[in-house]
């Protein structure tokens, strides 16, 4: 038997592939994750300047003279204003920048803190668990191109909101140098917990946890220089263990000095990278911790979506009630200062609604108002969490467990509920032990957790309006933040701006009774609650009769 071999006589080509080095297709990434991000960027840093803008303009009008300069400085002798605020600098020649600076910039430094850790996990440990960064690099991209590219985005936003800063404050006549130096300091900031949420984006395989972790750092990072303020006002050696006291003492608008950025950058760097060599350790999708491994079986509550719930939304709702809870004692312990601030001070009115009869009372009501944006935020969250499950394909499991799409909607949102429920009332227990320690009353122990009451038809509102978004239109649901940025920007800046009331009722809060300095007005309240059971109504109407992780 012969066996005969064709060879084929005409030319050959061989397959010519372009060499991948490890930032090739970096353009092409920084531009899709700019695509994916554009408008969360774009809102922080809109928010972020309108805000020290319209802050700095508020506290124009609010501190005119020497006068009530001087009071505001006196309050910055209370140690749960220095815990709250900053080290105070300049004390014995206050002036209005030094004030800005003290009181304002911390506030500016959390907020592009909780962007950078957002958008660098995002763009790094959420591509992984979902699968995608797989896919990219089955294509000519090199390795370090997609963490390159998610770093470049995180250091294009804090740019952009560090220019937003610096011209809010030249806008209202900031002096240039140092408001500069408050842009830098702020950009620079928050690359500083960009690189700390690279960091925990390799230990975990997880998303949430990496999330989690770095914003734990922050709140770490709060309590840290919060008490090494408090130690030495003007910073002692624990404040420097924190990276937002970094920021503050460069000493803005009293004693410019440029040297404690210089820390900043080098901790940048060193975040950095750390985390590219750990990055190196682990294989994609994969952690540098071990997921640990789960029981053999799980419990009763586990396969049902309450069950599911409380498993996935419990963790943000204690860490955030931990914080929440620890700010109002902060705040409330306050009140024995009022007394003189407003004395000296007779336009702080005009900043808060404040009852100069009863000036304890209406400033227990206005901050119980000022706490509750954080449950009304938390109960958006946590119905989010929902449209996370459905994107990420977990929910179709979970329905074809056996639960209708109903049923699983209305326990999640039944869980959320309950918790915030439970979240707003430690915020009025905490500000009840605050004016506790202030005034010595006990009966505020059991008048702030019933007053806080008083905001749960508002918070359910912002809720139920978060369903309808979500059943109706999947792409819809993340417009509910709208309605907490707005409630936030009506609660602290309405007064002070002279809002139109038709603009100001937009916010669910606008329509609580500042209890118990005012009424119970039933009437509101049982008005929002009847159109948030609508809503939700709504909402699962939608959920019934659209695709799943349809946009």
Known sequence: MTTTTRHSSGPTHALEVAPVYPL???????????RISRRQIIIWVLAIGLSVAASVAAMKGVYPDQQALDARAALLENPSAVMMTGPAFALDHYTFWAMVANELLLYVLVAVAIMSILLMVRHTRAEEEAGRLELVRALPVGRSAPPTAALLLV???NAGVGVSVVLGLLVTGGPLVDSLAVGLATA??????????ALTAQVTEHAGSASGLALGAAAVSFMVRGIGDVVDAQGSWLSWFSPFAWAQQTRLFVDLRWWPLAVTLAAILVLLGLAAVLSRRRDVGAGLRPAAHGPATATRSLPDPAGLAVRLVTPMMVAWAVGLFLFAIAFGSLANSLQDMVSEIPAVGDMVPLDL???TTSFAAYVLQMLAIGPLG???AGILRLRTEEQEGRLAGILMAGSSRTSTAVRWVLVVALSTTVVQLLLGLGLGIGLLQATGETSW?????????????????AGAVTVALYGLRLRLAGVAWLLVIWAAIDTFLGDLLDLPDVVRSISPLRHVPLVPDADLDVSALAGMSVLAVLLVLVGLWGLRRRDLAAG
């Open 188 to 197: 620079l900031t928050g690359m500083v917990f960009g690189g700390v949420a």
């Open 378 to 380: 938390l109960i958006v």
């Open 357 to 359: 009869d009863d000036l």
């Open 445 to 461: 122990l059991a008048v702030m957790p019933l007053a806080a009451l008083a905001a749960l038809p508002a918070i359910a509102l």
């Open 24 to 34: 090739t297709g970096l353009g092409g990434l920084l531009r899709l994750y700019g």
């Open 155 to 157: 250091a294009l936003a």
